[in-house]
């Protein structure tokens, strides 16, 4: 394609003219919606993508939401999607962006950046809290994009769907200056990550970050977002909860090297026990402590 620049060396997703027509899975992962519901936005977002896949390599754009202003739910879900539910076709695309009094670290500018991941999935998104930070140890490379960054408040309408899609058709003059990866803030522990529908509490906690008091205790007095329960710990053999009990289980989600713990009420919502709509950047870690019966 002439007139466009060389591309990065680590930029390994497969050459433009290699993508088949109706081909690419974009899946959105954003907060548009507020919470754990649909919003108009991922329509107009949808269509814009649908606009600028002037070669028609677009098969399916599908959403996920996640909680507003939630940097940290939205990169569990980036490497949960693109680490572990992955396939050759799939291309990320998220704008979670801190606002307001939500105390965060990482980027200040909050800029478009796209980075290639070890298995080739491709990630566009802001750099900015713990979007990266599932994904850092797992990316082969990442860089700002270059398009503008101010001028409208729907920048994932106005501007990152095209830029997106230029790249990926091999316009590589808009990605620009590498970034870093050690810039890119570590996964914070203990940390609330996720409410699935059926308000389930999935973490950042794994196993082996457990002491061995907690590990043998049976009963565990758990404290999330100022509230504590006590918990039945079902990672101990014979362990098993009735309905309507808080256990504590090995999670669904964080792959093969270890999955995530969460906190299940059992046909009921962990959510509500603990006052929770949605994670947060700044909420309190989370403290479990073993309970002697």
Request: with cysteine.
């Amino acid at each position: 394609m002439a007139g466009l620049n060389k591309k990065p060396s680590k930029w390994t997703f497969r050459a433009p003219e290699k993508i088949k027509q109706r081909s690419l899975h974009i899946e959105v992962i954003a907060d548009y919606g507020g919470g754990h519901s649909t919003d108009h936005a991922f329509n107009e977002v949808r269509n814009h993508f649908y606009r600028f896949d002037r070669e028609q390599k677009m098969r399916t754009l599908t959403t996920h939401p996640v909680y507003a202003f939630s940097t940290i739910e939205t990169g569990f879900w980036i490497a949960q999607e693109g680490l572990h539910s992955e396939h050759s076709d799939l291309v990320i695309f998220s704008n979670t962006a801190p606002r307001g009094d939500i105390k965060w670290h990482g980027e200040e500018r909050q800029s478009f950046v796209c980075g290639i991941l070890d298995n080739n999935i491709p990630i566009f998104a802001v750099n900015a809290g713990y979007n990266l930070s599932f994904v850092k140890d797992r990316l082969r490379g990442l860089w700002e994009v270059i398009c503008p960054n101010e001028g409208t408040q729907f920048r994932s309408r106005d501007y990152y769907p095209e830029a997106t899609m230029a790249i990926l058709r091999g316009d590589f003059s808009r990605i620009g200056k590498e970034i870093q990866l050690s810039k890119i803030i570590d996964i914070p522990e203990f940390k609330l990550a996720s409410v699935d529908g059926y308000g389930n509490l999935k973490t950042t906690i794994k196993k082996s970050h457990l002491s061995e008091t907690v590990l043998k205790s049976k009963i565990i007095r758990v404290t999330i977002n100022g509230y504590s329960h006590f918990a039945l710990n079902t990672l101990i053999d014979n362990v098993n909860g009735k309905i309507y009990d808080l256990c504590m289980f090995q999670g669904s989600s964080g792959g093969r090297l270890g999955n995530y713990l969460e906190f299940v009420r059992l046909q009921a919502r962990a959510c509500d026990d603990f006052k929770i709509d949605g994670p947060i950047d700044d909420m309190e870690p989370i403290v479990i402590e073993p309970v002697k019966i």
